[in-house]
């Protein structure tokens, strides 16, 4: 609920405008995504530091997908704002619309995928690509994947992922593009058509979302499956974008920007939204997809979990329970914390952190997992107990910093294409006198 108060508030473009360190901090994150990417590349993929092609290519899949969780959480942010009608959020859209317009060339990312297909060596990520291999390695998998070979098949994959970058691309454009276009006239029928088309958007945003999420890390187990995959991925979605948020922001207040428009009640607004996505419905997704598979016992789809419960990867498990959920939702759940920009903000940071740690959790395993492999849970165990996660590698890392950094570059490229909130905005009143009650 928000109610007014007599305020005067700065609109100015010394206000609003992104100052001028932030082209420095620009120049940096590319500089820091150059040496990332290319330096994850290079020793990664001739095999120093103990790393093979095969864990080079689920690293960068990691680092790929750590970068675009960011950018999808916050095309999701601005439209469940324009579907609900909300005007609290006005003034902390446009960080949200900075994170979404990355997905305009977010695309170019995806590419060295393309290239590994092309070189004819991508079943060394999907091992589906190449179905003969597949055959002979194990034959009780293939004959599970064969059925799905109608879904699961290169042409069909690629069409996919250029549907899925297209309405993502279009999307950010039409929702970034028209609240910019705003500030030039203030049109409230910019805002009524951005509120009417939210909705079909939203509906798309979940089908792409979802099925990437089935193509690109569920299908590195094709024999795998679970109907409620798609939904644990928004919740990274979820979780990155809204972190991100709230990292542009505490940024931009730090930079002597935007003084007296965004509030501790904004803080505390997308502190909820973090904890309520990020924490509590990611754990109860979680555990609700571990709890159906494990009370149902299906081999297809149990050991999927046991790979992620033997070895180094039973602890790394534990940690994530504990790190994206319980020590965070005991740290959060307080309405104080929320409102102290700089706690929030170390918040977010752990909370990036251990959705990279998610993220490496759901794609790095490369423990056979099979019906051949299937006898007793004590031998599987005992089988793989010496199995490493190698998730200290430095590849893991430069990856992931190059990513990350791509769309720190990005944002701040967003940023500097507009005003910092939307001035002309027919609810950026509302926003401004926003109170929690």
Known sequence: MAHATGHAFDLSAQNTQLPSLAFGLRNIAVGLAVVGLGAGAAIGYTGALGTTPAHFWRAYLVAFLFGLTMCLGGLFFL????????????????PAEALAANLRWYWVLFVPFAVLWFMGKANMLWIWADMESLKAINEAEYHIVHAKEPFLNPTFFWIRAGVYFAVWALLASFFVGNSRAQDSNGDIHITERMQKWSGPALILFGLTTTFAAFDWIMSLSPAWFSTMFGVYFFCGCATAGFAGMILVTTRLKSMGVMKGLVSAEHFQDMGKLLFAFGM????????????????????????????????????LSFALLFGHFVLPFVGLISKWPKRMPLVLAAGAVWMLCFHYVDLYWLIMPEIPHTLAEMSTYREFSEKYADTKTHFGNPVNFLLAIGALAAVVAGTITGLSRAALVPTKDPRLNESLKFENM
């Not at 439209?79 to 446009?94: C, F, K």
């Not at 509590?280 to 046991?306: C, D, H, K, R």
């Open 79 to 94: 439209l469940i704002q324009y579907l609900t009608r909300a005007g609290w959020s006005v003034a902390i859209r446009r």
């Open 280 to 315: 509590v419905f990611w754990a109860y997704i979680a555990f609700s997809q571990y709890m159906l598979i494990w009370y149902a016992n299906i081999p297809e789809e149990t050991g999927w979990f046991l790979a992620r419960q033997v070895g180094g990867w039973a602890p």
